[in-house]
């Protein structure tokens, strides 16, 4: 009988040592997840604890050791709470700043294309209508061009003379005897460009004003005339 007491003694203190180490090392951890320091004399933390263990009856040594286990347990899951709640927090952080950067990058986009519509309308409207030009009987090519120029807004004027350049070399009495196309842009037919003058066949303004008309109706440019005509040769 004494020996088995003695036996159940030791295997008593054996197990108080280890749940005793599992709870030093469960305070450890939550030491280190609170940011308190721990004492690092764990072996003589560990010998008291066994020799009081020691002490405790065979019966609840398992509710002790459930007790170990599951703060243990509580420990590591404060500390993976605590990790997972600073890694979305992080990831939150460089949302936000990706949602700013794309706010002010659009907000830019929008303002620019504001401002070069703006352009384009102001230089439309100080363009000169055909009306405002006094009529000759007739025009050299570099009245031709400079009336043009002073009709057509600027960034689009180099397209629109590519157009005429092609069509009609800047002749507006270029007549084509087999389609009946007429004038500097080659309307077909020609007497479409009546819807700008009734002078469309001797005055180059007119021309040039329907023909920029057309233009930005079907092309919303010149430039996207020119653009259609470069890859189909016709517009």
């Known amino acids: 009988m004494l020996e088995g007491n003695r036996v159940s003694r030791i295997s008593v203190r054996g197990f108080a040592v280890a749940s005793a180490t599992a709870v030093t090392t469960v305070g450890a951890v939550v030491g280190v997840a609170s940011g308190t ?4 004399n764990d072996f003589e933390a560990t010998a008291a604890d066994a020799t009081l ?7 609840q040594q398992a509710q002790v050791q459930v007790a170990s286990l599951t703060q243990q347990a509580d420990a590591q899951a404060a500390a993976a ?3 997972a709640k600073k890694s979305a927090e992080e990831a939150a952080r460089i949302q936000a700043a990706k949602d700013a950067k794309a706010k002010k990058q659009a907000a ?9 519509e703006e352009a384009e309308r102001a230089s439309r409207e100080a363009a000169r209508d055909a009306s405002s030009f006094a009529t000759q ?14 009709m ?3 960034e689009q004027f180099q397209c629109f003379s590519n157009i005429v350049d092609h069509e009609s070399s800047w002749n507006y009495q270029a007549s084509n005897p087999s389609s009946g196309a007429y004038g500097l842009v080659q309307a077909l037919p020609g007497s479409k460009m009546a819807s700008a003058g009734a002078d469309w066949q001797t005055n180059p303004a007119t021309q040039i004003k329907w023909g920029l008309n057309y233009m930005n109706e079907r092309y919303d440019s010149p430039c996207g ?8 040769h016709w517009y």
Request: proline share 8%; hydrophobic share 45%; net charge negative.
């Open 37 to 40: 320091p721990q004492p690092s």
């Open 53 to 59: 263990l020691a002490d405790i009856p065979v019966g």
């Open 81 to 83: 709470d605590a990790a």
């Open 108 to 116: 830019e986009e929008a303002a620019e294309r504001a401002a070069e």
């Open 137 to 150: 009987s007739s025009y050299t090519v570099a009245e031709v061009k400079a009336i043009a120029r002073q």
């Open 152 to 154: 057509i807004p600027g």
């Open 225 to 232: 005339a020119w653009s259609f005509w470069q890859a189909n």
